[in-house]
């Protein structure tokens, strides 16, 4: 992409967040405080989770929201009131940790832990709000749950949300089409890619159809529309899996461009005995993340799956760059059909025409 066409695109960015501020102020109150904790996940050693100490904006989403409705719920998503310097506490499986919020509101656990034994794929847990109290010096709950891995799984999957699971138009003229779908949609009118759906289930289940193979959400969708993707993968009944997204900001730098392989790398580390499927598509730069970390991981990576939206400028791109590094096993496709041929082929999933039973 162009600077100049960068700067035009960061400049219509400013104008729509402003535009969002100024209607949101009509919807500021003093509202009530809550705590958002985002899905975790865990190792044998350690444990992950994000979360979020904010003003209670009230959203409430239905079905047959109208157009108005889902405007205005999107506008409260991005016009958040955060919580700064607040002291958090979690506990999970009769082990506590304190946290403190930045100034983004924003409370991340990343610590050592003792895993239990257990057959269960999710742990419930509990954050605690201790300061700021409310008036009468109650603290503030909310209930979270962390992924943990069963003994059956034999690899895991990261996939990438937009446009790899989610129709969300990122290469559009001026990301339009994704504009509007963020603002004027609400998650039971969001649409999924074709075939994605029986897809993830076949990898979650694997070769033999048995398995609970791990499934990891992707996005650069910034964490204020959490609750609206979560809701997405309930609705379309795609594998529960943790659900990994970036701090939002209109100027990207530092952590939002590492975003992808920081997440991938924690994810790596944190399963260091189990092999990864990557999916993701060819609007942006996907491939290179994905293959730059399977040389970084030697072994590590089942296969890469890079889905073309468009036959353009990136996508031959990144078709020399598949070809140029035979040693990983990357694949550019331009349906779900030929992921799922391909992972056949490769012993990854069972035959969608077979049965489990015999």
């Not at 044998?44 to 979020?52: C, E, H, Q, S, W």
């Amino acid at each position: 992409m162009s600077n100049k066409r960068s700067e035009k695109l960061k400049k219509i960015g400013e104008k729509i967040f402003s535009g969002i501020n100024q209607i949101g102020e009509r919807f500021d109150s003093e509202d009530p405080l809550i705590v958002v904790p985002y899905s975790g996940y865990a190792g044998k050693n350690n444990i992950f989770l994000k979360g979020r100490v904010l003003e209670d904006e009230r959203i409430f989403s239905d079905p047959s929201d109208h157009k108005i409705r889902n405007i205005i719920n999107n506008i409260k998503r991005f016009e958040t009131d955060e919580i700064p310097f607040a002291k958090i506490r979690i506990t999970c499986q009769q082990q506590s940790f304190i946290c403190e919020t930045d100034q983004e509101g924003y409370f991340v656990l990343d610590s050592p832990w003792n895993a239990p034994q257990t057959d269960q794929s999710w742990l419930p847990l509990e954050v605690e709000l201790l300061a700021p109290t409310r008036v009468d010096g109650s603290t503030i709950k909310a209930a979270g749950e962390v992924y943990i891995l069963p003994n059956t799984a034999t690899f895991g999957i990261i996939t990438d949300m937009d446009d790899t699971v989610l129709q969300t138009h990122v290469s559009s003229l001026f990301k339009l089409r994704m504009l509007y779908n963020t603002f004027f949609k609400n998650a039971h009118e969001r649409l999924p890619i074709e075939g994605i759906i029986d897809l993830l289930q076949a990898f979650s289940k694997g070769m033999d159809g048995q398995r609970q193979n791990p499934v990891f959400y992707l996005s650069h969708s910034p964490w204020n529309i959490y609750d609206l993707l979560k809701k997405f993968i309930t609705i379309q009944q795609l594998p529960k899996g943790p659900l990994l997204l970036r701090d939002f900001g209109i100027r990207p730098s530092g952590s939002y461009k590492d975003h992808k392989t920081i997440s991938i790398t924690k994810i790596l580390k944190t399963y260091p005995h189990l092999p990864f499927v990557l999916l993701g598509d060819a609007a942006e730069h996907d491939a290179d993340f994905y293959i730059d970390i399977a040389k970084k991981f030697p072994n590590r990576i089942k296969a890469i799956y890079i889905r073309q939206v468009r036959n353009n400028k990136n996508a031959r791109r990144i078709k020399q760059l598949i070809e140029q590094n035979t040693d990983v096993n990357a694949v550019l496709v331009q349906s779900s059909k030929e992921i799922s041929e391909h992972a056949i082929l490769n012993k990854l999933i069972q035959n969608l025409g077979e049965t489990d039973e015999v």
